[in-house]
């Protein structure tokens, strides 16, 4: 990370997302590796809670084989969830704020609890308190919607708004359930939670633990956004957006004219 401008990185990605203007690459231009554009991250997120944002949870990307093809990419990675991103159930996004966006049906859980210290990873999926069907809309800040693994971790893995629907308790099995993306009533995307490392609740384990290698623990009352069960869709003006995910019901959101 030596000689890396980390905050001048993080203020042109945020600049690029405030004026939905698209900018070129930059880990080539700057030596950006992984754990640099993570130290990026992190100077964007401060960026964004110095303006009145809070954090409320994690996000995890390229958990699907269709993701990680659909972007070039071969490593799961994670990102940060504000307020200021969630968008209610049913509500309406305007296009007009982003660059390219693109909208995927995922599963988020909301927490209960901490993990105590010393926890074994996998005993964390017992800290859920609830699951829920979501969309989640990303928008790469680069041209062309291309990138390089730490393009993107840097820019927060696209991460842009996201949509919950309603909460409720977690079914004995998440590891192979029906998923649709419906855009205006027609099935855009099939896929099925399995996609999503095999079992979402495997997501979980694994962003606690990337997360923790940056001195991030998750808090009780945040969500996480599991990972996209299909590749994503191109969201245009007007749209109407549906994930259905089976035994779980629906979300959805609507794109301005």
Known sequence: ????????????????????????????????????????????LQRRLDRGERLVGLKMGLTSKAKMAQMGVDEVIWGRLTDVMRVPDGGTVDVADFIHPRVEPEVAFLLDRLPDPGEPVGAFADAVRAVAPAIELIDSRYANFSFSLPDVVADNTSAAAFVVGPWSPVPDGLDNLGVLLEIDGRVAQVGSTAAILGDPRRALDEGI????????????????????????????????????????????????S
Do not use: C, N
């Open 1 to 44: 990370m030596i000689g890396v401008d980390v905050a001048g990185i993080a203020e042109r990605l945020g600049v690029a997302a405030d004026s939905a203007t698209a900018i070129p690459q930059l880990a080539a231009e700057t030596g950006l590796d992984v754990d640099a554009a993570y130290a990026v991250q992190t100077a964007l």
């Open 209 to 256: 633990r990337l997360a923790g290698r940056h001195g991030v623990r998750m808090h009780s009352g945040w969500v996480f956004l599991a990972g996209a069960a299909t590749a994503a869709v191109p969201l245009r003006p007007g749209a109407q957006v549906r994930a259905v995910v089976e035994k779980l019901g629906t979300a959805s959101l609507r794109a301005s």
